[in-house]
């Protein structure tokens, strides 16, 4: 039987950077999609490939995939490795003069918008689930509407900008999910540790907790990306000030991390701070250029293994006939939580927000899952509604990238 055990952290960072390459290579040379989205793509397809094998008796493959995987934790590469980097380069490159003009719409969506959706696809869970024979308590439909709530703009920005898609709407759904993978990280915490300990807490406790997560997260970003901009300020060499920039995520976020504060709101903050004042009033001409090159490549780098990754846990989840129609509901169920969010926020402040007319189909259908809803899960206590809530986040992840991905294009051009 065919193994992956026994290989070090070097052994299996380089299987998935080599298998990584490997398919951006295959997918720019043969398919031609988005990067993200073709090699996710691919490596779906090399996963149900080696499962049907398996169901021939040729089980090597897949014994190899599934001990390869058992041996990388998600959860901690995504949201202890990659979100830092990811959001920060993320940041880099918004404009915070264009955050500020629609900050009304972005802060309803990324705060009051991720708490709705939350609520809304809790219930319509919790109670069509028992319909198709499975029952889940209220607070794991809870944990679910928390983990698919928060929105990712990696495979629909370029997509947005190539087909020419307003500015504003582009800045909307970039701020927008920039703050709620913060957002949705605390709330997800905040319900795991009431599963965990059985105990409700009090309005005191859970208040404090978003101050001190949400609110110390920004300031301490604030500050870090203060002392980042006068150390960047006080040198001219771009080999330094791109170190720096490294180590100002990396060690960030750490830190963050052991003080409890909100790491994904930290790293944004710290990006906005350095990729506005800091690339205007810190950096050469020469130093700007080498600063957006590197971490340009690290986002590509880092989202193109994400999505391999994601393509390749197909075959940890174990879906039965029911379990495919419950998955197919709930696709629709998130579509229609995000509708009614997105719905609500541009009817009411349609004054202040000038968005083109049709702007709510955008934001409805540009509104992706992504690797942070399948790390979220994966943190979850194993068993049975483990499992379930696994493959029904798979289900909306896959289908938002696929599906809504691969045409959010043609919606965009509807609304010029």
């Not at 993978?181 to 208040?207: E, K, N, Q, R």
């Not at 979220?376 to 809504?404: H, K, N």
Request: net charge negative; proline share 3%; glycine share 10%.
């Amino acid at each position: 039987m065919a193994s992956a055990t026994g290989l070090t952290v070097f052994d299996i960072s380089a299987i998935f950077l080599s298998i990584t390459a490997l398919l951006t290579y295959v997918n720019h040379r043969f398919i031609g999609l988005p990067t993200t989205i073709g090699v996710m793509v691919i490596s779906m397809l090399v996963s149900i490939a080696a499962i049907f094998l398996g169901f021939l008796g040729f089980d090597q493959l897949i014994d190899y995939e599934v001990s390869l995987l058992e041996q990388l934790d998600f959860t901690e590469v995504l949201l202890d490795g990659m979100l830092s980097m990811l959001l920060f380069a993320g940041a880099l490159h918004v404009n915070v003069s264009d955050l500020k003009r629609y900050k009304l719409p972005i802060g309803i969506l990324a705060c009051v918008g991720t708490l709705l959706s939350t609520v809304m696809i809790a219930a319509a869970l919790y109670y069509m689930l028992p319909l198709l024979g499975f029952s889940l308590p209220f607070i794991w439909c809870l944990l679910f509407g928390a983990l698919i709530s928060p929105t990712d703009p990696i495979a629909v920005m370029g997509i947005l900008q190539s087909a020419g898609a307003p500015k504003s709407i582009e800045t909307v759904i970039a701020g927008e999910s920039l703050f709620n993978d913060g957002i949705s990280v605390v709330i997800f915490l905040l319900l795991l540790g009431i599963l965990s300990s059985g105990d409700i807490p009090t309005t005191y406790y859970v208040a404090n907790m978003l101050v001190v997560e949400v609110g110390g997260g920004i300031v301490f970003g604030l500050v870090l990306g203060g002392i980042l901009y006068y150390l960047l300020k006080s040198i001219d060499s771009y080999q330094e000030e791109v170190l720096l920039t490294l180590a100002g995520v990396i060690g960030g976020y750490a830190l963050a991390s052991h003080w409890h504060l909100s790491g994904p709101l930290a790293m944004v903050m710290m990006g906005l701070m350095v990729g506005n004042r800091g690339r205007s009033l810190a950096m050469s001409g020469k130093t700007r250029h080498y600063v957006d090159l590197f971490w340009e490549l690290i986002d590509e780098i880092l989202n193109a293994i994400l999505f391999v990754l994601i393509g390749l846990e197909v075959v940890m989840i174990i879906y039965s006939g029911n379990l495919f129609i419950a998955a197919g509901l709930t696709i629709l169920i998130a579509l229609l939580a995000r509708l009614i969010v997105v719905g609500i926020t541009t009817t009411t402040f349609r004054q202040q927000l000038k968005l083109p007319t049709g702007a709510w189909k955008v934001l409805t259908w540009g509104g992706l899952r992504g690797g942070i809803s399948v790390a979220l899960v994966l943190q979850l206590p194993t068993g049975s509604e483990r499992d379930i809530l696994l493959a029904l986040t798979y289900a909306v992840v896959v289908f938002s990238i696929l599906v809504q991905g691969l045409s959010i294009g043609k919606v965009a051009k509807s609304i010029r």
